[in-house]
């Protein structure tokens, strides 16, 4: 299945929910935000959100910053 | 003695906000922000870099201890400066918003069109907006008219450490204004700090002042007591300037 991540293709198997997505890329940060299509996925749904074919998804992070 | 800063309802007892980039290390950040005393500290959203994910530094801070207050650095024109408060916002971050749009990467100055625009829509959309502004007292003025909690005007680029150089139109700002004015960006040293809250400003931020010094903890407490010296010198009333002596002691009695 493709999917873009953070502006790079990346092929999943169907099924990948958001956490397990997170953790291919070994990201743990409580800091971390989903965005899958221009929608933020809340945190107690990463479980359960199925990643699908085509998703834009944006991983973002809250980081130091002025 | 109270003297409490209100932004959109909120007390906060510390007139300094802390910004949380560019440190050397999260355990520097973090006793920098704690020595600081602020109340407000600002954060800035990021693509994780797939390729490398870095610990986290803001991981080191007890987030429930402070107003964590995203910025939209980054962004720039008025729709990504949307789109970066209302992910933060989503993504559980309290509805404020630091608007900043900087289009000139060089100057890094505010665009004042786009952060009108991203105000106005902001504002619209629920946020409590703090925009990073030039330091134009008409600009303040529309910024306050489209519902904006405080206007920010800058003392100088971000990050030059150049001090308060709008000096002239930030005492406009100041007088005019129905909002707390918080003086950001340029303050490079405590007594820019003091020099802002001298002049009346509500608040001062700083950042870049904080992470570059060889001791940040230490430059931090600095800016905060500056901070407070600043309040009480404005409060205080003080007298103007003359361009004569003034004798503090007697002139009669004198011994000859």
């Given amino acids: 299945m493709n999917i873009t991540v953070n502006g790079k293709a990346n092929q999943v198997d169907s099924g990948t929910s958001i956490v397990m997505l997170l953790s291919q890329y070994k990201i743990n940060s409580p800091m971390t935000i989903v965005e899958v299509n221009g929608t933020v996925i809340p945190k107690d749904e990463w479980e359960s959100h199925a990643v699908q074919e085509n998703d834009q998804i944006e991983i973002i992070q809250l980081m130091g910053g002025g | 003695m109270s003297d409490n800063l209100v932004i959109a309802g909120r007390t906060f007892s510390s007139r300094l906000m802390v ?105 619209k959309a629920g946020f409590t907006v703090l925009p990073y502004m030039p330091a134009d007292p008409i600009l303040a003025k529309h910024l306050e008219e489209v519902g904006c909690a405080t206007v920010m005007p800058l003392g100088s680029m971000i990050g030059s450490g150049m001090g308060i150089r709008t000096r002239d139109a930030i005492e406009i700002i100041i007088d005019n204004a129905r909002v707390p004015v918080v003086v950001d960006a340029g303050l490079g040293l405590p007594s820019h700090a ?63």
């Fill in chain 2, 19 to 123: 910004g949380t980039g560019k440190f050397s290390s999260a355990q520097v950040m973090k006793e920098a922000v704690e020595a600081s005393g602020a109340e407000i500290v600002t954060v800035a959203l990021r693509r994780v870099d797939l390729d490398a994910p870095s610990d986290n530094m803001l991981a080191a801070l007890d987030m429930d201890k402070y107003l964590v207050l995203a910025n939209t650095s980054g962004a720039r024109d008025a729709k990504e400066a949307v789109r970066l408060a209302k992910i933060a916002r989503d993504g559980g971050l309290p509805p404020w918003v630091k608007i900043e749009v900087t289009p000139d990467p060089r100057t890094l100055l505010p665009d004042p069109v786009e952060t009108l625009k991203a105000a106005e829509e902001l504002v």
């Fill in chain 2, 194 to 256: 003091a020099e802002a809250m001298e002049m009346g400003a509500d608040a001062v931020l700083a950042n870049t002042a904080l992470a570059i010094a060889r001791d940040p903890k230490q430059i931090a407490e600095g800016f905060k007591l500056a901070t407070i010296a600043g309040r009480m010198g404005y409060l205080s009333g003080p007298g103007a300037a003359s361009r004569e002596a003034r004798a503090s002691s007697p002139l009669t009695g004198f011994i000859r």
